[in-house]
Structure formats: structure tokens, C-alpha cells
């Protein structure tokens, strides 16, 4: 069966720069928890959860932000389970050890603390990505039942350009045991009309992802996009029996694997899903188990690299999303980067 991963965007942005935010994040966070009806225990630790990280972002780096996203897993019984994660980013001080920083007491000026062991003991699973002058990522998340996991570890930041409500781009990622199928869509232009565009890449993801290869989906997205703005569309299909990676891109937009520090990239073709594909074309490369996938819009600029992040690779593909949108992102358009890799227990 086929685990949905990821289904759309970041659900809920909250920029924290004073006191009043962290309480807007809180808020943020009980809505989610509402339209999602989780039980009231797993709602509640996780506004403590966002209560806390928030308050450490603005006490330690200033200011910061706090993305909140549904992360969709396997139950303890086997079914569905639904979780709802925190990533809280900042460029601030950062953490000389973030494992030193979890034991409750040993805060000092200047690092996290306190908040820290309080958002071990409420969330299911802690994260955190720190370097010292850099800046921490701290991913949290609470499932709404005990005893979910990952099949596939799976980190997306999907965002609008600053100011706008919809978001043009949008991201699908879903898993079984060895096969996963990833898609970002990034609207043309921003805004509601984007956003439509996307909407209707979506769609077709739940009854196609897995039934048709990349190239022939995105064929079908180009029929269907017509009434639309039309998209450029990154899909990727990964195989781990088979060690192998089936991509096709069209339009301005990116994807590679990242593995052993060495990346690869996965070509796109020109072209407007929905307005001119003159072929649709796939290519394929090597993947192992522990290997990067990493689809992003032109939101995120190419010239990222995560050699300047010692240990990042190895880190949860959310806290990698997280970096990536902190330090690459071009602010000048809506942002996508969605990054999946094979969970160790799948
Ligand atoms: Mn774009």
C-alpha cells in the first residue's frame, strides 16, 4: 500500500520577531491542530511544542520563523497516521552542541535551554540542526496517535512569496516499502492563478503517481493544465529494489540525488506544462538506500551547496529543506523544496 507523504504546502508560516508572535504561532498551531480534529493530548503538547521553540527562536536568535506542516505516516496498527510537524528556523547564534543544550538547566546566554528538554519529553520526534554563528533548524513533530513512523523520511518547505495568501508552487510526495514517487509543480508567475495551476497537478497525483511512469504523467498534466496558467513540473519515481531513479522535468525547475557528498543532477526540459511540451522525456540514475532526493523550484536558488554544512546530509531531509530555505531562498518569487529519503526501519 502506498503511503501519502506529503500532500500540498507549508500550512501555516508565522515570522517571529517580538512577544505577541509567539503567541500567533501557538494560534497557529491549535488551528491546524483543529482542522486536522486531533485528539485534544496530541494537540496540546504540541502547542506546547510550538509555544516553546518559538519563544527560544526569538530569546536566542531575535527573530525566526515557525512553519508548520501535516506529515502523514504508518500507524502503530498499520494504517494511516497523521502528524503535524514544526520546523523552527533561525539565523542566530547557534548551538556549539545541540545535545548538550537538551538537558534541562544547561542554558546559558546565547544558547537554547530549558525550552529544549520541555519540546523533547512533548513531541514524538526531535530534530535540530545547528552551527555555531550560523544558525539552528529545529524539526518537532507530534503524531496524533502513539507509536507512528516515517516509512520514508520526507522535508518539505512550501511557502508563497512574502505577502501573497496562495501559494503558486506545490509538493506530493507518497511511499510503499521500496518504490516512492515525488512531485513539485511550480505555478507560473504567483499568486490564486499559480496556485490553480498546481492545484491541478496535484490532483492527479493520488490516482497516477504510482500507475504511470514520470514522462507519460507529465504528458497527462499537460492535457489537463491547459485550462490553467500551466506549470513547471518536477516528478521523480524512485525504485530502491532496483537502485533507481526515473526523472522528468519540464520548465524552470530543479531536482538531484545527493549521495556520499556526491550530487547528481536530473535534467529538465524546456517547456510549459500545459502551454508547449514538444516531448516528454525521462531520464534515469543510480540510487541507494541512505541517498538524497531533492526536488526545488527556481524559488531556491542553484547555487547551493550542503558542503559548507558539516553532517547535514545525514541529517532528517526536513531540517535539510529547512537550511536550504533559510540560506538559498530568492525572495523573490513562491518556494518549494521537498527532499525525501529511505527511513532506516521501511
Ligand atoms: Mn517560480
Known amino acids: 500500500m502506498e503511503n501519502v507523504l506529503t500532500a500540498s504546502r507549508t500550512e501555516e508560516a508565522v515570522a517571529v520577531n517580538e512577544a505577541a508572535d509567539v503567541a500567533a504561532a501557538r494560534r497557529a498551531g491549535a488551528d491546524l491542530a483543529r482542522r486536522l480534529d486531533f485528539?485534544?493530548?496530541?494537540?496540546?503538547?504540541?502547542?506546547?511544542?510550538?509555544?516553546?521553540?518559538?519563544?527560544?527562536?526569538?530569546?536566542?536568535?531575535?527573530?525566526?520563523?515557525?512553519?508548520?506542516?501535516?506529515?502523514?505516516?504508518?500507524?502503530?496498527?498499520?494504517?494511516?497516521?497523521?502528524?503535524?510537524?514544526?520546523?523552527?528556523?533561525?539565523?542566530?547564534?547557534?548551538?556549539?552542541?545541540?545535545?548538550?543544550?537538551?538537558?534541562?538547566?544547561?542554558?546559558?546566554?546565547?544558547?537554547?535551554?530549558v525550552g529544549l528538554g520541555a519540546i523533547r519529553r512533548q513531541s514524538d520526534a526531535l530534530d535540530i540542526y545547528s552551527l555555531p554563528g550560523h544558525g539552528t533548524v529545529l524539526r518537532a513533530l507530534v503524531w496524533e496517535a502513539p507509536g507512528a513512523r516515517e516509512p520514508w523520511e520526507c522535508g518539505?518547505?512550501?511557502?508563497?512569496?512574502?505577502?501573497?495568501?496562495?501559494?503558486?508552487?506545490?509538493?506530493?510526495?507518497a511511499?510503499?516499502?521500496?518504490?516512492?514517487?515525488?512531485?513539485?509543480?511550480?505555478g507560473l508567475g504567483h499568486g490564486e492563478a499559480a496556485a490553480a495551476a498546481?492545484?491541478?497537478?496535484?490532483?492527479?497525483?493520488?490516482?497516477?503517481?504510482?500507475?504511470?511512469?514520470?514522462?507519460?504523467?507529465?504528458?497527462?498534466?499537460?492535457?489537463?493544465?491547459?485550462?490553467?496558467?500551466?506549470?513547471a513540473i518536477a516528478i521523480a519515481r524512485v525504485d530502491a529494489q532496483a537502485g533507481?531513479?526515473?526523472?522528468a522535468g519540464v520548465g524552470n525547475i530543479a531536482a538531484c540525488t545527493i549521495g556520499g557528498g556526491?550530487?547528481?543532477?536530473?535534467?529538465?526540459?524546456?517547456?510549459?506544462?500545459?502551454?508547449?511540451?514538444?516531448?516528454?522525456?525521462?531520464?534515469?540514475?543510480?540510487w541507494r538506500d541512505g541517498m538524497l532526493l531533492v526536488l526545488h523550484s527556481d524559488g531556491l536558488t542553484n547555487r547551493w551547496s550542503l558542503d559548507a554544512y558539516p553532517g547535514l546530509e545525514q541529517a532528517h531531509p526536513a531540517l535539510i529543506a529547512g537550511v536550504l530555505y533559510r540560506d538559498f531562498c530568492r525572495g523573490r518569487d513562491d518556494i518549494s523544496v521537498l527532499v525525501i529519503r529511505r527511513g532506516a526501519a521501511s
Request: charged share 20%.
Open 39 to 113: 485528539p485534544l493530548e496530541a494537540a496540546g503538547r504540541l502547542a506546547l511544542v510550538v509555544t516553546e521553540a518559538a519563544t527560544n527562536v526569538l530569546k536566542h536568535a531575535g527573530r525566526g520563523e515557525i512553519l508548520l506542516r501535516t506529515v502523514r505516516g504508518r500507524g502503530a496498527s498499520g494504517g494511516i497516521a497523521r502528524g503535524i510537524e514544526l520546523l523552527a528556523i533561525d539565523g542566530g547564534p547557534g548551538m556549539a552542541d545541540a545535545a548538550t543544550s537538551m538537558v534541562d538547566g544547561n542554558s546559558t546566554a546565547g544558547t537554547y535551554g
Open 156 to 173: 518539505l518547505v512550501c511557502v508563497p512569496l512574502a505577502g501573497e495568501d496562495s501559494c503558486g508552487d506545490a509538493a506530493w510526495a
Open 175 to 186: 511511499a510503499s516499502d521500496d518504490d516512492a514517487v515525488a512531485m513539485i509543480s511550480d
Open 198 to 231: 498546481s492545484d491541478a497537478a496535484l490532483e492527479l497525483m493520488p490516482g497516477l503517481g504510482f500507475a504511470l511512469p514520470p514522462a507519460d504523467l507529465a504528458l497527462r498534466m499537460h492535457a489537463v493544465l491547459q485550462k490553467t496558467r500551466g506549470a
Open 244 to 247: 533507481m531513479v526515473t526523472f
Open 262 to 286: 556526491e550530487r547528481r543532477h536530473l535534467v529538465s526540459l524546456n517547456g510549459i506544462v500545459g502551454h508547449n511540451l514538444r516531448k516528454a522525456q525521462q531520464f534515469e540514475a543510480a
